[in-house]
């Protein structure tokens, strides 16, 4: 493989968190968001906002949840993590549109772009300040 | 592809800050470094020392700043921005020899080495402290 | 390539930081880590724990110390550092069986993951409080 098909098969394969950002704001129907990182629920309770939480081991039970029609857009924690590179192939094998969000929820969260707090869902009354 | 194939290929295509400063250092007029980074002009007012400012937006039209004959290194924000990657790919497709720099000025900035800022060069007076 | 060749590569060329230290729990005898990172000793007196450490440049001459049947497993710095894929290429084409261990150590101490601190070994009493 040359430089060339390197680059492209990495545009392909991904996309950044600036360009997910406007894509979804121009077209939110054609993407769902999957954050796919597996562990315990509470060091995972900050998500992408709008993301649907699947985590990779559960991938197959929940398979069902996965829209065929949409572009799913995979991340995990870190540009380093390779849980959503797993879920990208597990998905892609299987005929879905699948990109991975590049550098995870750490480069989102590094932009300042929004995001959802599942604990504060759960527990709203943890952030009542009356 | 095999593993043996991968790490080619990104050896290839890219290239470290530490290796960049190294073959830079010993042989300048090698190379043409570029930063690609698009938006707005004062949140990249800081770039890489010695960096030609070429948005990867303009690229298209200001082709011809670009010399074939040395090796265009690109980069943009950090190991996640795809920016550098789309620059790498418009150029290759045209003949030139082009690397990413990895990490873009994130790492480049970690490692402490030079950069230059642009905004110092358009008001000097904010930095003269008489 | 297609972006299932991509993850697939990626997949089968590295390991994170949480599955490496997983599969070397259960399995410690599998896995030789190498520390590849060249340049001052004092700069990468922190090591990750039980790594040997093989600065790339001196591989040529230490191959002899670096066993066939098990699997080798380098790092650098950071994800930008493409001194353990220079590493991981030079061991590929001689055979070894590699993986990159995805981040280097920048990912590894980030997670809270187990380090040696080489200095404290050469100078013990550096860190005795009597």
Redesign the interface.
Known sequence: ???????????????????YLRCAEANPEEYFLMDVRNGPEHVRSVTIKDAAVIPQQELQERLHEIPKDKEIIVYCW??????A??A??FL??RGYK???L???IS?WK?MNFPVSDFSAKIHPSDRCGC
């Open positions: 493989m040359n430089a060339l098909d390197y680059f492209n098969t990495r545009l392909e394969a991904t996309i950044s968190p600036m360009d870190d540009v380093w993590c390779n849980t590179a797993k990208a192939a892609l094998e699948v990109k991975e590049t550098g995870g480069a590094e």
